[in-house]
């Protein structure tokens, strides 16, 4: 399809941003855990990387950030009295439950949904599955809100499916385009999407939760319409969930015909390579492997090389890889990405580095903070125009956040009442810069 562009859009890190360790097998979040974070500068630094890319000549979108801490899930539990009243006593009497009402995960719009070009879907619409991310409970929160916003930015039915969670059960784990990739000759032509998934359904847990299951894969491929002759299950390798892969997206990303991925990353590469050369239509398949004796596991973890975001430059023959200054900071790292790029006619041929630090902390890098979504210039058309980025909007979301986030937040900060009040004022502004409409979120529509 002609003009066809893959647009990322970005989650806004959210007024709560904190750090509470909450996400089993994420080592950062694990290493950060009740550490002083800083959510004006998390979110200034994701608005940064957004404005990065469009100064790259590339299409951006924005995605806003969920109701935290989460009120009427609160309310649901029997917590009950004003706002604050309810927030102060869940953080008294059941903490636990209180750090997940107020995790602003969300930010990690990765997670948000799968989606499906029409070029791949079996009715020519532009399919997106949300996330049921049932593994945490902090994220598996996130769906209805999610699905919200997807259908705010996605209006016209005629042109795109947007399908609610799969029931949120441990056969059917899913967390969304962490563990999808497609490959293709440009971002209008067929596709070859590949789910990568890190268990099935019945098999027992073992070591650090695999979040994705084999089911809930091919539950959301059924449902885009894909073809057979153009879909891949791949499995995930046990030992990278272990050694802090909890997504694929941790160790493998790709973008149009190639796939960089670390050695250690799928249980079997071979297969994987055969499966896709012999689905490919109408491109070579190139496949980037970066090898254990170069990068560890530990190094591909601690740095995120393979959370980048791998995007063509309009005008470069070769593709861009943008990765966290991490990866420039970490020596094994930085000299395998200088020799990739340096090669003649490589296929990953520049490097961006952009500063994502306090997402990082958290386990999330550039590719963790944005949601792909391939589009036609006739569905760009009919999506929801005010969710794309340019400058004016930029401007009015710096401000804004500069006006409403807290400088920094530590964890006795969390209890205090007074952020829920703060929380809602910002949010209900956002809805005026953003096309949400005044009862987007929960609070606006008691």
Known sequence: MSGAEEINFDGLVGLTHNYAGLSEGNLASARNANTTARPREAALQGLAKMQRLRALGLSQ????????????????????GSDAEVWEHAWKSEPTIARAALASSAMWAANAATVSPSADCGDGRLHASVANLQTMLHRLLEGEQTERTLRRVLPDEARFAVHPALTPHDALSDEGAANHMRMAGGAGAPGVEIFVYGRRASEARTGFPARQ???ASQAIARRHG???NATVFARQAPDAIDAGAFHNDVVAVAHEHVLFHHEDAFVDKAALYAEVRAKAQGFEPVFVEVPRARVGLDDAVTSYLFNSQLLRVPGQASLTLIAPT?????????????EMIAQPNAAIGAVEYVEVRESMRNGGGPACLRLRVVMTPAERAAAAQGFFLDDALAAKLEAWIKTHYREEI?????ADPALVRETQAALDELTRILPLGSDFYPFQRT
Request: no cysteine; proline share 9%; glycine share 4%.
């Open 61 to 80: 979108g924005v995605l806003p950030p969920h109701e935290r801490p989460n009120i009427a899930w609160l309310r649901s539990l029997g917590f009950s």
């Open 226 to 228: 894909l073809s057979a």
């Open 213 to 215: 299951t084999r089911e």
């Open 410 to 414: 530590a964890q006795p900060d969390l």
């Open 326 to 338: 991490e990866v420039r900071e970490n020596n094994k790292t930085a000299t395998v990405v200088a």
